[in-house]
């Protein structure tokens, strides 16, 4: 359901953005008030970079009155595949640079504050204080987990989004002043540790026009939650294959849950996921248990334990049917992603365990030319 704006909007549009921006005003339940709460609005932008560069172009076209955008990386000629914020002309000069250019160019009456520094843990709170949503298209984890702890803190919401290769995800890291549930957060849908070594997109590359697919879908969950129309990806993850053409929806719920006025009488508490060593995983694999994968394309790329199948897990969220095993051993880089899906598999009746410490706690596993019995006599010698 639609939540109350964020911002007040101002007193009047001048005339010429109110000329601009004439097809917004006609959009039922958005009209002028609508736009004159977009010129009100602060907007921070972590990147200029894939994703940052079509929000800063649509925000900036939608009205956005102020744009705080955070980079401190220059422009290079092999981002121009996916950044389309950037021109040739602009190989190495500050990203922010062409922030200032393009929003001068498509809405006179945005501001932009150009930050050409790397936010980090001890300045993210003072450079996000004051924005009324954050945007995060930045590309390593240890700024985004930095990004979404400040915005914890401050109680900003988080309009979040990653593209590798042919994938994306999106969702809002936020809970309302005045909801009953606590904060849907970063650490919910990505516990610490769990993303493992992510390959960068120069190893395994990601596709340009998703970029601005996803872009697009970042400015207009911030558009939403500015002007409270719609109804924002709260709770929900929105998962996109791009190769096969599909959008799917993965519930996300705060681990850190209130806990309830009255008890239910009896309810048992969900048992706990049990952890299996390597030869334990590869004995019920023998057994007939399914080795099911969770990992990224990139990763699984370098390796997996022979017999394993692969599917990735947004794909296993948005669609737990595909495995129809009765008997799974799950297993990822370092366990956490692998906990989530055997905690799935196990709401579905499947016998679900997860291969203790991922494949990181067992180096031979992922060698393609040993046979299972090598691998589980090296690893218990």
């Known amino acids: ?8 909007p ?74 389309v914020l950037h021109r040739h002309r602009d190989a190495g000069r500050p990203k922010t640079a062409s922030a200032i250019r393009a929003a001068a160019d498509l809405s006179p009456g945005t501001r932009v504050d150009a930050v050409t520094e790397r936010i980090a843990p001890a300045n993210a709170s003072a450079l996000l204080a004051g924005a009324d949503v954050v945007i995060d298209g930045s590309d390593t984890f240890a700024t985004r987990r930095a990004v979404a702890d400040a915005c914890e803190s401050l109680g900003i919401p988080l309009v979040w989004g990653v593209v590798q290769e ?9 809970t309302p002043a005045d909801a009953a549930l606590p904060a849907v957060r970063l650490a919910d849908l990505y516990p610490e540790g769990s993303e493992g070594e992510v390959p960068t997109c120069a190893a395994v590359g990601v596709l340009g026009s998703l970029c601005i ?50 008890s239910p009488a009896n309810a048992p508490a969900p048992a706990p996921v049990p952890d299996v060593d390597l030869e334990a995983a590869l004995s019920a694999s023998r057994a007939g248990a399914l080795l099911l994968d969770v ?17 990735p897990l947004a794909d296993l969220l948005a669609e737990p049917a595909r495995v129809t095993a009765s008997s799974v051993v799950v297993i990822c880089h370092a366990g956490g992603r692998a906990r989530r899906a055997a905690e799935v598999l196990r709401s579905r009746g499947v016998d679900a365990a997860v291969l203790a410490g991922g494949l990181s706690a067992w180096p031979h596993a992922t060698d393609p030319s040993a046979e299972p019995s090598t691998i589980a006599e090296e690893t218990s010698a």
């Open 166 to 174: 042919f994938h994306a995800q999106v969702t809002i890291f936020w």
């Open 10 to 83: 101002v007193d009047a549009l001048d005339p010429a953005e109110a000329s601009r921006t004439a097809r917004h005003a006609v959009l039922a339940g958005f009209g002028e008030i609508g736009q004159r709460r977009l010129a009100a609005a602060h907007v921070a932008v972590i990147g200029a970079g894939g994703l940052g560069s079509p929000v800063i172009l649509a925000l900036a076209a939608a009205g956005v009155g102020r744009l705080t955008v955070i980079d401190d990386d220059v422009v290079e000629v092999s981002n121009l595949q996916r950044q």
């Open 213 to 262: 697919q996803v872009g697009g879908i970042l400015a207009t969950e911030t558009v939403k939650l500015l002007t409270g129309i719609g109804e924002p990806l709260l709770g929900r993850v929105l998962v996109v294959d791009a190769l096969r053409g599909r959008t799917s929806e993965v519930p996300l719920r705060a681990s850190r849950m209130p806990a309830p006025a009255v």
């Open 295 to 311: 990992r990224e394309p990139a990763e699984t790329a370098t390796g997996t334990i022979p017999g394993s199948v692969t599917i």
């Open 1 to 8: 359901m639609p939540l109350p704006p964020l911002v007040a």
